[in-house]
């Protein structure tokens, strides 16, 4: 089993992300084993796919937490959201059982688990585990992020044209395909190379570790981007909405950078959305 190094000791550990860590930790076990032992697929529309693997990952999680913390709320991808009360909790765990099913049901070996912790509407714990490389990445509010029990930061460049993006598409993307395309196209000639790897989760962690300069998307769902979100800024690096304006996890859009390249980032996708509106 994978055993992170521990965080350096300045660095408070707190149950909640000792919690999330084991959690995360498990379900890229279990996703590790059923790629060996095999696993039934099935479609949740034309293009979006679900597999046993999805689920039984967020059993588990919902297992773990509903007994170590009754009281808490749960949002999670693939059986929705539970609320323990008559009233909604001041903690909310966000669940991504397995970020990239379309990869992991190719065989391809970009995905992972996700879990964050929102208190009072804020996120404060997250984990993200690549069981693939071994790599675990986790966050906690104030107390930056880290891979591994190595310190993150993100990248330094400071010109698109030097840069390295990533991006993702919804599994709507023939309904949208003008605006995607549009704005993709738009990067392409700004950025020095734009990547898109299948996971939102991983491409997040990736802008906190400086392998990507910048990450954007749309059409996003809570549990793709909490705790991936609370990594890139705990590792120095900035979040929003596309239109620049605050993050949120639950806006549906996103733009995650280094901090240097961020206001340019927000420029190319404003331009492009402008170059699609109909002359007056």
């Known amino acids: ?8 000791p300045n660095v408070a550990t707190s149950a909640f992300l000792d919690t999330a860590r084991e959690i995360v930790l498990a379900a890229g076990a279990i996703q590790g084993a059923r790629q060996r032992s095999g696993f039934r697929i099935d479609k949740k529309g034309v293009t979006d796919l679900v597999t046993e693997v999805d689920l039984e990952c967020e059993r588990m999680c919902r297992t773990v937490l509903a007994e170590r913390y009754p009281d808490h709320d749960i949002l999670a991808e693939e059986l929705g959201g539970a609320s323990t009360g008559t009233h909604p909790s001041t903690h909310r765990w966000i669940v991504d059982p397995l970020d990239g099913t379309t990869n992991y049901a190719h065989g391809l070996p970009i995905y992972c688990s996700s879990l964050g912790l929102e208190v009072q509407g804020e996120v404060v714990v997250a984990a993200i585990f690549d069981p693939s490389r071994q790599e675990l990445f986790t966050a906690e509010k104030g107390e930056g ?11 330094a460049t400071d010109r698109l044209i030097d840069s390295l993006l990533v991006t993702g598409f919804p599994y709507d993307v ?20 734009v990547r898109r790897l299948g996971s939102a989760a991983v491409d997040l ?47 549906g859009s996103l733009v995650a950078s280094n901090g240097c390249l961020h206001d340019a980032m927000v420029h190319v ?12």
Not at 1 to 8: G, Q
Not at 145 to 155: K, Q
Not at 219 to 235: C, F, M, N, R, S
Request: hydrophobic share 55%; glycine share 8%.
């Open 1 to 8: 089993p994978f055993l992170a190094a521990p965080h350096p």
């Open 145 to 155: 992020a880290w891979l591994n029990g190595e310190r993150l930061r993100v990248s």
């Open 174 to 193: 023939r309904l949208r395909r003008e605006e995607l395309v549009a704005v993709f196209a738009a990067f392409l000639t700004e950025a020095r190379a």
């Open 205 to 251: 962690c990736y802008v906190a570790a400086g392998r990507f300069d910048g990450f954007w998307e749309q059409h996003l769902k809570p549990w793709d981007v909490a705790a991936g979100a609370l990594i890139v800024t705990e590792a120095g690096g900035r979040m929003s909405r596309m239109d620049g304006t605050a993050f949120s996890v639950d806006a």
């Open 269 to 280: 996708i404003a331009a492009a959305h402008a170059a699609l509106m109909p002359p007056l």
